[in-house]
């Protein structure tokens, strides 16, 4: 009989990927902060700590098409950081690597969800750490539907238990 023999990484990494890109045609949850562009609505912003010496973040957030086509996530810009760029991650062997991407397709009538260990914001070169309770302003800028400011908060995502849960930047 053969062994399996699957790492506790693999599996924690196959838990994580499991959630990497979530698409649903879910409502924007009441109560939340949201931001309307043409026919996006964009909810749930938020960023992850970072330690006190890092020089790079990631931030998430949900855009919901309302449209009839699909719209696409081409470019976000912040005053906190000296490059933002659009992040998938991808497999390279046994290794998840974080490349950039030119977009994000937000198809029409789903709601598109970036988060940790799938798409993200990556914002390069930081002006500070990014602390808890602070708001990071991110211009989104859409193919089709212009371009909105929103504002991330920076902790946990929205909704999410504080103990037992630890969130990774990216
Ligand atoms: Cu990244």
Redesign the pocket.
């Known amino acids: 009989m053969r062994r399996k023999s699957i790492s506790p990484a693999l599996l924690l990494f196959a838990a994580v990927f499991g959630g990497f890109v979530l698409v649903t045609g879910a409502a924007v949850q009441a109560g939340e902060k949201t931001y309307t562009t043409g026919h996006m609505v964009i909810g749930r912003a938020w960023a992850a700590e970072t330690p006190r010496v890092a020089k790079t973040g ?1 931030a998430y957030f949900t855009m919901a098409n309302g449209g009839p086509k699909a719209d696409y996530l081409i470019a976000v810009a912040s005053p906190i950081a000296q490059n933002v760029a659009l ?1 998938a991650h991808r497999m390279v062997g046994n290794v998840m690597q ?1 490349a950039p991407v030119l977009g994000i397709a937000i198809p029409s009538g789903q709601t598109v969800a970036l988060k940790p260990g799938g798409r ?1 914001v ?1 914002l390069i070169g930081l002006s500070k750490p990014l602390k808890g309770g602070d708001k990071i302003p991110l211009t989104l800028s859409f193919k089709h539907s212009g371009s909105v400011q929103v504002v991330a908060v920076v902790g946990l995502p929205p909704g999410a238990r504080k103990k037992g849960r630890s969130y990774r930047s ?1």
């Open positions: 990631a992040h974080m993200h990556m990216y």
